[in-house]
Each structure stands twice: as C-alpha cells, then as structure tokens.
C-alpha cells in the first residue's frame, strides 16, 4: 500500500510513498538541476502519482467480443475526464495524465501570486462544455499558502463541477490546511508534505519556484 494519509484531521489527503518518487523528488529538489531534467522529473513523477490519483475512476461494464467469444468487461464510465492544469507550472503535469488518459479533454485555470500580497490573480479560465459530471483533476506542482488551488477549485464549484481531485508535487502544512478547510470534498495527493512555508510564502524545503525551473525564466 504506497498510500499514506499523514494527516489524520485531513482524511482525502494523501502522499504517495515510492522510492522512484522519493529519489526524483531529491533530484527535483537540488538546485542544480537544468531545466530539461527539471521538466523531465516533474512530468514522470506526475505519471507516479497520476496513477494513484486516478484509482477512483468509475467502471462500466461493457459487452466486447475477443477473437474467441463475447465477454463483460470494465471500461471508464466517463472516457473524457477533464484535467486542469494551473497556469504555468500546471502545464508541466498535464502531458503525463494524457499518456494514461489519452482520451482525457483539458481545461485551463491561469492564476499567479502577487508577490506582495500572495493573493492568486485571475487571467484566464477554459473548460470543456458539458463537462459537469466528469471527475476533474487540478495539476499544480506547488501547494503553499493554498491560495491559488482554493480558488481553482472555487471557480471550477461555481460552475457545477463536483468531482475535483488535486494533484500537486510538493505541498506545504500550512497549504493543506487552508485547501482541506475551505474544501473538504476534495482529495488531495501530494508526493511530498514539506515542513514550512518561509516568509515569502516558499515551501521549505522545497523546490524554488516551479514556474520559473520548469520554464527557465530565472
Ligand atoms: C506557483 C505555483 C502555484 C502557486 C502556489 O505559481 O505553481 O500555482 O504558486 O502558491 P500558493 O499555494 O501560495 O497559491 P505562481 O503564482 O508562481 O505562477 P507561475 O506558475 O505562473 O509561475
Ligand atoms: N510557488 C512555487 O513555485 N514554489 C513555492 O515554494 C511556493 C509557491
């Protein structure tokens, strides 16, 4: 079992354990790695943790005929879950629940901190049509004050989405708190439940700025 709630006041909040995730999270982490490795690591440890957050999918029953006979056999209820990458760092995630839901429609939440404030600031929003009773999974690398993914999930709730999952990387106590408070129906997983947030609102120990590593623009 590679799940582990560490929370237990938090109980759709999972890490997931894995050595091959622990050993890219480190590689993630170090301050050295250029931002081609960078993006690498963060697209397969989003596949890791991609195929645990998505064990809840529901199955169908369907009639199929293999070359011998007919037979039931379980595929997606839903071929066209909607994934939700934030904007910017979101991105490096979404090509990773592609290779396992090949099917899967994609909206787009552009959100960014100010950097004074640390509130998250609205510029873009798309998703599918007729997409409320999909299940939906936000992908952002980096959950800190919390700020940014209470308010996706706010904006994707107003529209009557119901079925949200989060998907982050690295996450911060504080983050989750503020997350799980505002929006308890939703699971949270996580490769990592990092110690703090500094004063800047930076996840120790973290991984820096995930936009900017991802996109090399620092
Ligand atoms: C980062 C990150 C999250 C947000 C997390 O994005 O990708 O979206 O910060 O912080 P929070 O939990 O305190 O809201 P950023 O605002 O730096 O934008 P970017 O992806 O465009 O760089
Ligand atoms: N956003 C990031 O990219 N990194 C952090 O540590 C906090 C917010």
């Not at 993630?28 to 931002?35: F, H, I, S, Y």
């Not at 959100?111 to 404030?117: F, G, M, N, P, V």
């Not at 049509?129 to 959950?143: G, Q, T, V």
């Amino acid at each position: 079992m590679p799940l582990v709630a560490p929370l237990p006041q938090f109980p759709l909040f999972y890490c997931v354990k894995h050595p091959l995730i622990a050993h890219k999270l480190s590689l993630l982490r170090d301050k050295t790695t250029p931002a081609k490795i960078f993006r690498e690591l963060v697209s397969e440890v989003t596949l890791l943790i991609a195929y645990e957050a998505t064990q809840n999918l529901e199955l169908n029953q369907v009639s199929i005929t293999t070359p011998l006979e007919t037979m039931l056999t379980p595929m997606l209820k839903d071929r066209y879950p909607v994934i939700v990458p934030i904007l910017r760092a979101g991105l490096g995630m979404t090509e990773s629940f592609l290779q396992l839901i090949p099917e899967a429609r994609i909206g787009h939440i552009g959100l960014y901190r100010d950097e004074e404030s640390l509130q998250p600031k609205q510029y873009y929003f798309k998703i599918p049509r007729n997409s409320e009773n999909s299940a939906y999974f936000i992908c952002d690398p980096m959950l800190a004050t919390g700020g940014s993914t209470t308010k996706a999930i706010s904006l994707l709730k107003e529209r009557g989405i119901r079925h949200i999952t989060l998907v982050c990387l690295v996450a911060a106590p504080e983050g989750v708190q503020v997350v799980a408070s505002a929006h308890p129906d939703v699971t949270i997983y996580t490769a990592s439940l990092d110690r703090q947030l500094n004063e800047q609102g930076y996840i120790l120990p973290g991984l820096g700025d995930a936009g900017d590593r991802i996109f090399g623009t620092k």
